[in-house]
């Protein structure tokens, strides 16, 4: 049962990340996923809160929380790691700019890869973050479904504007998959940390 749960949790997090992106990319002109790149000012505000104030934050509440090495290290890489697919929801479900996410996500996934290479051995001496390993689901899963939407919107509109609301079904159902076999397949694990400093670290952060 655990590894088929834990089958299940790889599967949805491929089907989430891949249909959201290439929903995206089938809804979307190459230039209104450029576009935002373009305000200097709204970038420079999103690198410096995802790469100076977040995972500052990350920083301050494991040594607060003086919390055990894996639990750290696992805090950290969360405050550090910018450009997660759940972007692409949390800005459907507020009705934002879906394709100023997508820019993001052009500009962040990237920049996450070299940051967490070059910050994470600095503030966690030991800790191995091999940028090959990051990057290649990354690509698989997020940059290549956006460019085959943006290439295959151009020549076949009808089947893109066809396609877009389906993709976003699918990654709904792949979310609450995933999160529910995250949950069932962790159980044990997160009931052992209970008043443990990880869990209100973890609570403050997502705070």
Request: proline fraction near 7%.
């Amino acid at each position: 049962m655990e590894g088929f749960l834990q089958q299940l949790v790889r599967l949805s997090v491929f089907v989430y990340a891949a249909a959201s992106m290439l929903s995206v990319g089938l809804g979307h002109t190459v230039a209104d996923v450029v576009g935002p790149l373009r305000h200097p000012g709204r970038v420079a505000r999103v690198l410096l809160t995802n790469f100076l104030l977040v995972p500052l934050l990350g920083f301050l509440l494991f040594r607060l929380f003086s919390l055990d090495r894996p639990y750290a290290i696992g805090l950290f890489l969360v405050a550090c790691a910018a450009g997660a697919p759940f972007l692409i929801k949390l800005t459907m479900a507020a009705r934002g700019d879906v394709a100023f996410a997508g820019a993001l996500l052009l500009l962040l996934l990237p920049a996450t890869v070299l940051f967490l290479a070059l910050v994470v051995p600095l503030v966690l001496p030991g800790a191995d973050v091999d940028p090959a390993v990051i990057a290649r689901p990354l690509v698989l899963t997020m940059l290549l479904p956006l460019a085959v939407g943006l290439a295959v919107r151009p020549l076949l509109p009808r089947l893109a504007a066809k396609a877009v609301p389906l993709l976003s079904k699918a990654a709904t159902v792949a979310l609450v998959t995933l999160l529910a076999g995250t949950l069932i397949a962790n159980l044990a694990a997160f009931a052992s940390l209970l008043g443990e400093g990880a869990i209100a670290a973890a609570i403050l952060f997502e705070a």
